[in-house]
């Protein structure tokens, strides 16, 4: 499914950057015929016919150089011109708030949904041009085509392959730090309960399958609250979305809206439940278990948490503190090599 992945990441990016457009036109008053102006310039370029066929061409997915580049183009050829600050904050936002819509869809039909979210979006915007009405149109058409035969697996696939495209993309965005969406590391906080995918049934129950066929089933309290799906949504030009992914975020209250860069790249400790799964991991990879005919058994160590210090928001080891658990393991082996060394000159000797 990666090489059907381009249409869905070209036409979410380009809604995004046409919200994100729109809202700094009116929040700097730019006239209505201009600001119109510069959005059928965009739209225009991104669905003329040359470039949606190469869009729904089956393909890998371009580099993420590439990729900016093509929108570069994109913001470049209306008569706004953007510095390379801004354009550089303004794909940034464009790709985080994409990112943010493929984590927490519930499933890869949702993406779809949320795709097509954009393009009705941009209809809106260009409402008053009959022909860049019937562009969008027709892309709506061209995607619905390209996808519906997608099974629910192909299309889950074609989610988690975007979600390896987006992983190592981190940057911070006020508006979703104001909504407590994102950590001050720039990863997202998924949320827990609420909408199941369609058809999907909520958590509660646990199958057992027996070899024969059947199953018994074994039931547990849920701790969130989940809703049904109203529906499966419509793939159609002008269907119901069901889902409000894809939709426009930029408010009135958010023409201030900006990206920075993030500070550091480590992750903040939350508390030392991780550390120590990591510790006694590290614990059991040092005391092997006791080889047989040795004449001595290493005892089990409990773990000393007080050697991880936290020195802004990451923490060091002391290696003088891992003596307690390395000794036994060096008198195991050393007792080990002698066993051996014994047990071979007795069989040397007894030969002569």
């Keep these: 499914m990666s090489t059907r992945s381009l249409p869905v990441l070209f036409f979410s990016l380009g809604g995004e950057m046409l919200y994100i457009l729109d809202q700094r036109l009116k929040a700097q008053k730019i006239p209505p015929d201009r600001a119109l102006k510069v959005i059928l310039d965009i739209v225009g370029r991104m669905l003329e016919d040359k470039c949606i066929k190469e869009i729904f061409r089956a393909q890998q997915v371009f580099s993420k150089r590439a990729l900016k580049n093509i929108f570069e183009q994109l913001a470049q050829s209306s008569i706004m011109k953007l510095n390379k600050t801004a354009m550089d904050k303004l794909y940034d936002l464009m790709i985080m708030a994409v990112k943010y819509q493929v984590l927490i869809s519930k499933s890869g039909r949702e993406v779809l949904l949320s795709t097509l979210n954009h393009l009705d979006a941009i209809r809106g915007f260009v409402a008053l041009s009959p022909p860049h009405v019937a562009m969008v149109d027709k892309a709506c058409r061209t995607f619905k085509d390209f996808f519906e035969s997608q099974s629910s697996a192909q299309l889950m696939h074609l989610r988690h392959y975007l979600l390896l495209l987006f992983q190592d993309t981190n940057k911070k965005v006020s508006i979703f730090l104001k909504n407590n969406s994102q950590l001050p590391s720039g990863r997202f906080v998924l949320p827990v309960g609420g909408p199941l995918p369609y058809a999907g049934e909520a958590p509660g129950v646990i199958r057992y399958l027996n070899r024969v066929g059947s199953y018994t089933e074994e039931s547990f309290i849920r701790a969130h609250c989940y809703e049904l799906a109203e529906g499966a949504g419509s793939l159609d030009v002008h269907g119901d979305r069901v889902t409000k992914l894809g939709c426009n975020m930029y408010g ?101």
Excluded: W
């Excluded at 550091?264 to 614990?283: I, N, R």
């Excluded at 409990?302 to 891992?322: D, E």
């Design 252 to 352: 009135a209250d958010t023409a201030e809206s900006s990206v920075t860069e993030t500070v550091s790249k480590q992750v903040p400790v939350e508390g030392y439940s991780f550390v120590k799964d990591e510790l006694d991991l590290l614990q059991r990879l040092l005391m092997p278990r006791p080889l047989s005919g040795c004449y001595h058994t290493v005892a089990a160590h409990n773990v000393n948490l007080q050697f991880v210090k936290y020195v802004s928001s990451t923490f060091t080891f002391h290696p003088i503190s891992l003596l307690p658990l390395l000794c036994p393991l060096f008198l195991h082996f050393s007792l080990a090599k002698h066993t051996h060394m014994h047990t071979h000159t007795h069989t040397h000797t007894h030969t002569h």
